[in-house]
């Protein structure tokens, strides 16, 4: 021992000892625990009784319950209790502070509990500068062995750093050090502070070597897992590296083949240039990623479109007229038209030519579709078809812009593709049912597309490059004239395909649709056949239209039955369909045969009228009921033809006194008219002398010729005025059993369209005054007088017919 060292002999204490299991509490440190045992229990309570200074000593061997006094340590030390806590099972939970080392010089036993008799040591070292270059060793010793420590926090370092004393400064680190109770305990029992900075260092020095090789062991372990790991990446690498170098390759040849096609297209100057600067941005990018992949659709659409390559077209009009005859029975005006167009245009420079692009205009079924077909073989070009209907937006004519995500070219472009060649018949299929709304108009890029003067350079804003459309021939179809835009409709060269007849209807199966399904249906034509009283089944009992899609249908419908006939009895069957037939194989007819057998009626006219699927009848029924003149419209009219309802009733107001009715009436009485299929709806002007008719017989109580059937437009003044659809409204007419026709005077330039079949089972009287009307339509018999003062104020003759 140093001469530094005092040991204080008359520092004698008495105080209660607390053995400790597993800790030793050094001075100048807090620490908590529960103090349990019996004795112990009691030492405190005496401690705290006292001046709650305690003893505390480890024991030898943490095992022992119940430790004699020479199984506790004589080195200890003096602690005071800050804090003590009696817990709920008897225990008291302490906290003590270390103040002074002790050595017991004796234990006593008093009430149960150990009191050492002891003696307290203390020993300062002086502060010289060896001193303190050993307190600085051990300092950044015990900085090293915190952080190589894993569980210590790093502010244990800044509490110890802080302290100067030596004695105080040992004590600290030693109380924070992971080490054995015994390396403990001789740290306490180690007095002389200097002394025990040279066991701290000893020590601090053994632990972070200990940490050290630990640490070391933990990485070798990290590292073996790594290693593991690292190959595994690596080889992942090197695998993704070979596939970009032979993807590198691949690009280099699909750059390599593109650039071929790019020259190989023959592309006009501008495409050319898009199509190179594209391949030049192509050939940076990284070849899978997305923008590559539009990059490259991009110039696979610049490649697919056809800038050179066309037909040779057939400029033969013969051919073509056999062609138009081959493919359609019939149309013979239609088809010369067409045959007189492809002349002029063949002749004429068709960009400066007005009406240079054909328009089918008729019912569904008449062959629209089917005869720009015809013109495309006629021709010797290729045929593409889009549909409009329903296309509202621009873009779907003229695409989207690359900028958008999934863009691509419009319809025209995509056709233009499919076509493959430059000059195709292009088939605008349905103009009359494109929409527009707030994606823009597309009728206008339409206009542009069939403007010859525009279309040589038409953009699409996918291609975001002109192409010609100069050489392609547009034909155009729709089932009604009036919500095509009237700039396009200028364009066109119009053509209405009004219906077939009975007759016309029989032939078209007969030479076309039949064999047409036969041929889909894989049926010999030797072996299945339809008689023709079947056919004329199937048009009358099951179909009602102006055109022959239905027939169509239903004809392909009885070819699925006989298909499956012969696969159930073998490839020997054949069948010729007769009419009894049809019921087993359409089933119930679905409509009535037209019978000219209906009963005159008083109050009910029969009216002609025309829609988009060709002529139709409308029967006009009118009522009375009390009432005071109210006009009641049923059966979903649109305005113009509510006008001419309320036109017809002031005619017959206006011609009480001639027509003989009470010219009261309308005072009286209600009057409601109701055109049935209340669900379709109806409108124009032509069924005013219809209503007319039907209020006039009602009226005068006198009944309708259930044969006649009428159209025209009436005045206020009992005029008769043309309408429209003529031929359609007179093959409807024909269709269901009408004997007699009531048409306008104006009207009869129209007949000329009418087949000859037709006009001769009909009685057509033209008339151009609603009397003239009334007097047809009522019952002869009963028909009233026209008044003559009447007639001369008018100025007109009788009411001309024509029978044929
Ligand atoms: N005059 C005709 N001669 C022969 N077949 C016809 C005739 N008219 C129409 N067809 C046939 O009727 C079917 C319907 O014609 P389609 O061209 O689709 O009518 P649309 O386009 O007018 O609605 C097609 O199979 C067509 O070949
Ligand atoms: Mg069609």
């Not at 013979?332 to 492809?342: A, G, H, S, T, Y």
């Not at 549909?387 to 937006?393: E, F, I, P």
């Not at 006194?657 to 299929?677: A, C, N, Q, T």
């Not at 043309?722 to 009207?747: C, F, Q, S």
Request: hydrophobic share 40%; aromatic share 4%; proline share 5%.
């Amino acid at each position: 021992m140093d001469n530094q060292s005092v040991l204080l002999d008359d520092n004698t204490d008495k105080l209660p000892l607390v053995p400790l299991r597993d800790v030793v509490v050094f001075p100048y440190t807090m620490i908590p625990f529960v103090v349990g045992r019996r004795s112990s229990l009691l030492a405190v309570e005496r401690a705290l009784q006292g001046d709650k200074r305690i003893f505390l000593s480890t024991q030898r061997d943490a095992k022992i319950d119940d430790p004699k006094p020479e199984e506790i340590n004589t080195i200890g030390t003096v602690a005071n209790i800050v804090q003590s806590l009696k817990l709920p099972n008897g225990n008291i939970k302490l906290l003590v502070e270390g103040a002074a080392r002790g050595r017991v010089q004796r234990l006593e036993t008093v009430d149960g509990c150990l009191i050492a008799c002891l003696t307290l040591i203390e020993i300062k070292a002086e502060l010289t500068p060896e001193v303190e270059t050993e307190m600085g060793k051990v300092v950044a010793l015990f900085e090293k062995y915190v952080k190589l420590s894993p569980n210590m926090p790093y502010e244990t370092m800044i509490s110890t750093i802080r302290v100067s004393e030596p004695g105080r400064l040992t004590d600290t680190i030693a109380a924070h050090l992971q080490v054995g109770i015994e390396e403990k305990q001789s740290l306490l029992e180690t007095f002389n502070p200097v002394e025990r900075l040279g066991l701290l260092t000893t020590m601090l020095d053994g632990e972070i070597e200990k940490l050290r090789v630990d640490r070391r062991i933990h990485q070798r372990v990290k590292k073996q897992m790594e290693k593991a790991q690292k190959e595994y990446y690596l080889n992942e690498k090197m695998k993704a590296i070979q596939q970009e170098l032979g993807r590198k390759d691949d690009k280099l040849n699909e750059m390599e083949e593109l650039k071929q096609r790019v020259q190989s297209a023959k592309m006009p100057k501008e495409a050319n240039e898009k199509a190179l600067q594209e391949l030049k941005r192509l050939e940076v990018m990284p070849p899978v990623s997305a923008e590559a992949t539009v990059s490259r659709n991009y110039l696979d659409w610049l490649l697919s479109v056809p800038w050179h390559k066309r037909s040779r077209e057939i400029r033969d009009l013969d051919f073509a007229e056999k062609v138009l005859n081959e493919d359609h029975y019939g149309l013979d005006k239609v088809k010369e038209r067409i045959i007189e167009f492809l002349a002029v245009r063949r002749l004429v420079n068709h960009k400066t030519m007005k009406g240079s692009i054909l328009c089918f205009v008729g019912p569904p079924g008449v062959g629209k579709t089917s005869l720009a077909q015809s013109i495309a073989r006629a021709t010797g070009r290729k045929f593409v078809r889009v549909s409009l209907g329903g296309v509202r937006d621009e873009a779907e004519i003229r695409g989207h812009r690359r900028t958008y995500i999934g863009a691509f070219p419009g319809q025209v472009i995509q056709m233009m593709k499919k076509a493959a060649t430059k000059n195709p018949v292009f088939l605008l299929d349905e103009v009359d049912k494109m929409s527009m709304d707030f994606r823009g108009d597309p009728s206008s890029a339409l206009l542009e597309v069939l403007d010859a003067e525009q279309n040589c350079s038409f953009l699409d804003h996918y291609l975001d490059t002109e192409f010609d459309l100069s050489q392609v021939m547009f034909i155009c179809t729709a089932n009604v004239l009036h919500p095509i835009p009237p700039a396009l409709r200028d364009r066109m060269e119009t053509l209405r395909l009004a219906g077939y007849t009975l007759l016309e209807k029989e032939v078209i199966a007969r030479r076309f649709l039949l064999p047409k399904q036969l041929k889909n249906h894989g049926l010999d034509p030797k072996k299945f056949d339809l008689e023709d009283p079947a056919i004329r089944d199937v048009i009358e009992k099951y179909t009602r239209e102006a055109g022959v899609r239905n027939l169509e249908r239903e004809i392909a419908s009885i070819c699925r039955k006989l298909a499956r006939r012969v696969v159930k009895e073998g490839n020997e069957f054949t069948f010729t369909v007769k009419s009894e037939h049809i019921n087993e194989f359409l089933g119930v007819p679905r409509y009535r045969p037209p019978s000219s057998e209906k009963k005159p009626e008083i109050g009910v006219a029969t009216g002609l009228a025309w829609t988009e699927v060709g002529g139709e009848i409308l029967t006009t029924e009118a009522t009375l009921m009390k009432g005071r003149g109210k006009l009641t419209l049923t059966g979903k009219l649109g305005d113009v033809m509510q006008e001419s309802a309320q036109a017809a009733l002031s005619y017959i107001r206006s011609r009480c006194g001639v027509l003989g009715i009470d010219d009261d009436f309308h005072r009286k009485f209600d009057i409601h008219i109701h055109v049935p299929e209340g669900a379709i709806p109806k409108d124009g002007p032509s069924a005013g002398i219809t209503m007319a008719t039907a209020l006039a017989s009602l009226l005068t109580k006198t009944p309708v010729r259930g044969d006649v059937a009428m159209t025209g437009e009436i005045t206020l003044r009992g005029k008769v005025l043309p309408i429209g659809g003529v031929k359609e409204k007179v093959l409807a007419a024909h269709r269901l059993g009408v004997r007699t026709v009531i048409l306008p005077r104006d009207n009869e330039k129209d007949l000329a369209d009418v087949p000859d079949d037709v006009q001769k089972s009909l009685e057509f009287r033209l008339v151009e005054t609603m009397d003239d009307v009334l007097q047809i339509a009522l019952e002869r018999e009963s028909a009233p007088k026209v008044d003559k003062e009447y007639e001369k104020d008018l100025n007109k003759g009788l009411p001309g017919s024509i029978t044929h």
